[in-house]
């Protein structure tokens, strides 16, 4: 079985803990309309490579969200104990942001954004 089948046999299709907060504010929506998902351009599959290969990690989740009309592909990666979000631009695979997860005082997870 090759790797990116592998990885995407373990991948969860839920929202990653850095889309949340604009989730909630109602900036991003799940795509799961096949009219919508027709859209992108590449499959969630090449946006996890992409993912992986920005972050040398391992995907553990992956979603797809409507952003104000542009459709991003939003995936978590695991390189040790680092956990990363990575959005990718579905039309195109550009890779948008990549931001870094850090253990906050209290133990919750505490997001540090760097631009790709």
């Given at each position: 079985?090759?790797?990116?089948?592998?990885?995407?046999?373990?991948?969860?299709?839920?929202a990653?803990?850095?889309?949340?907060?604009?989730?909630?504010?109602?900036?991003?929506?799940?795509v799961?309309?096949a009219?919508?998902?027709?859209?992108a351009?590449?499959?969630?599959?090449?946006?996890i490579?992409?993912?992986?290969?920005?972050?040398?990690?391992?995907?553990?989740?992956?979603?797809?969200?409507?952003?104000?009309?542009?459709?991003?592909?939003?995936?978590?990666?695991?390189?040790?104990k680092?956990?990363?979000?990575?959005?990718?631009?579905?039309t195109?695979?550009?890779?948008?942001?990549?931001?870094?997860?850090?253990?906050?005082?209290?133990?919750?997870?505490?997001?540090?954004?760097?631009?790709?």
């Amino acid at each position: 079985m090759s790797p990116i089948k592998s990885v995407l046999g373990g991948v969860l299709v839920l929202a990653t803990a850095a889309a949340l907060p604009a989730y909630a504010a109602g900036q991003m929506k799940p795509v799961d309309d096949a009219k919508e998902l027709s859209k992108a351009h590449i499959s969630m599959i090449k946006a996890i490579s992409l993912a992986q290969k920005a972050t040398h990690g391992k995907a553990t989740r992956a979603q797809l969200f409507d952003e104000k009309g542009a459709l991003i592909y939003t995936v978590e990666t695991v390189h040790g104990k680092q956990v990363m979000n990575v959005d990718v631009r579905a039309t195109d695979g550009r890779v948008l942001a990549t931001r870094s997860e850090h253990p906050a005082p209290n133990g919750a997870a505490a997001v540090k954004s760097k631009p790709s």
